[in-house]
């Protein structure tokens, strides 16, 4: 059987799930390969699935990401007549089962995957039946079967490390890659799919499941000797979640087997100055710290944040203490009664932080999720979703007043300068009057680069990656307003 995991991908983001499925199903004798639709016309697209011959087109997706696949399956599907099956899985499908109706959709995969893919491919060797697939959601002849979710795997050091080398055509020449310590998060953010996640499996206990500390370094060694040049993330919700106990033999192995700079994720009220030190000595100089919001009674009322800001300042005083480069990430353009002036807060605590760079997003109704409904419920949001797409940080889909969804939107695009050089806050009132969005957006931009490049991640890049760069750029700033 010969798998073919669709993807469109920007070369460095590798798809960390898509390549522990490759893993799982190639100990099992099936034949997995992936394919970049990024940049491609339909026409190259059938070429190129007509040649390969997949028995299954497998797509793991997120909600900005469903139309453009479901596009791109119903022409290979409608084109291509060869009885092969599709099967969609990710966080949309996981929330909207319901997909199982779209033109072209056999089967929807919920939750984590290892055993239940594995099980769908037994399925269709005629080995297993439809009702002996747990996660699954399928078409069986004229009937759709939908069973529960599969058990949450607990022995995460018996589930076999991702098949890095499946991602080599996307990125020859990576600078970056992933590592995850851990699955799971206990936190309950209303703007986040982990609330929902946890309901899916009854808020199981324990939430978070962690993998020993010789079965991550190890598969970080073992990367590091395929891709000696590159910087490894812990790409963990937050990995100073870990107990000490395990950062403790995690800092001292690292250090002595491994001894590479490293970055992480991190949340502020996880940093105790215990941990900071112990993963400071062992190699961490940089990471993403989620300030999210400075309305405090907005981010602990309706976000569910359950932080204070003098958290998030004494966080920031820690992490410059130790000299870890951080920058924050934050949400813009919020469903709340002002939500001008909570970003203007959200912009001052980020200025008192004095991060290396404040990345902002703007805020998206992502299906299901508790803001979104909230979103719905005060008239902001229409329940379309139809309107959002990959191009994060550009405008709001909420229905805010005109004027002052342009100054929303040009705040966004302005944020990270501003935090970077805080001289440029007493010129914001002119600035968002001002029709000047590709210029803020360009400013972002570069911003950005800049200050990744040279403060928060210096690593040697190729032409390659500098190229790819532009193209985002361009992309984005051409969308911008």
Known sequence: MQILFVVNAVHHWERIGVLTLSSVLKQ?????????????????ILN????????????????????????????????????????????????????????????????EAEESFLRYSEYLEGTRKADEIPGFVLRDGPEVVQNPVAALPYDLDGIPFPDRALWDPVDPHPILK??????????????????????????????????SVDNFVDEIQGVLNRYPDIHPFFDDDSFLLAPTEWLEEFGARYHRDVGRPFGCNIRANHATEKKVRILAEAGWRYCWFGL?????????????????????????????????RFATQNINALPSDNP??????????????RPDFAMAHIFYPFPGTELTAYSEKKGLFDGDYSRLDDLLCLSSPLRFDP???????RLNKLFGPVVAYPWLRRFLPVLLRLPLGKVYALAHFLCLGYRTRM????????????????????????HAR
Request: one cysteine or more.
């Open 28 to 44: 099992s004798g099936r034949r997995v390969l992936l394919y970049n639709i990024r940049g491609k016309s339909d026409e190259n």
């Open 48 to 111: 190129d699935i007509s040649r390969l011959k997949p028995d299954v087109l497998a797509y793991s997706s997120m909600s900005t990401e469903i139309r453009p696949y479901l596009r791109v399956n119903r022409i290979i599907r409608q084109n291509l007549r060869n009885g092969m099956k599709s099967v969609f899985g990710g966080p949309h499908p996981t929330f909207f089962p319901e997909m199982i109706k779209e033109e072209g959709v056999d089967a929807i995969c919920r939750g």
């Open 178 to 211: 992933s590592f995850f310590a851990s699955r799971g998060c206990p936190h309950q953010c209303s703007y986040c799919f982990n609330h929902r996640y946890n309901e899916l499996y009854g808020h199981p206990r324990p939430i978070v499941r962690r993998r």
């Open 292 to 324: 999210e919001c400075g309305d405090e009674e907005f981010a602990n009322r309706v976000l569910h944040r359950n932080l204070t800001n003098e958290q998030i300042r004494n966080s920031a005083r820690l992490l410059r203490s130790y000299g870890i």
């Open 340 to 353: 001008l002036e909570t970003d203007e807060k959200t912009l001052q605590l980020n200025i008192e932080c």
């Open 403 to 409: 004027e002052q969804k342009k100054r929303l939107e």
């Open 455 to 478: 403060k928060i991640m210096p690593a040697r890049r190729g032409l390659r990656y500098y190229r790819t760069l532009l193209v985002l750029l361009w992309r984005r700033v051409a």
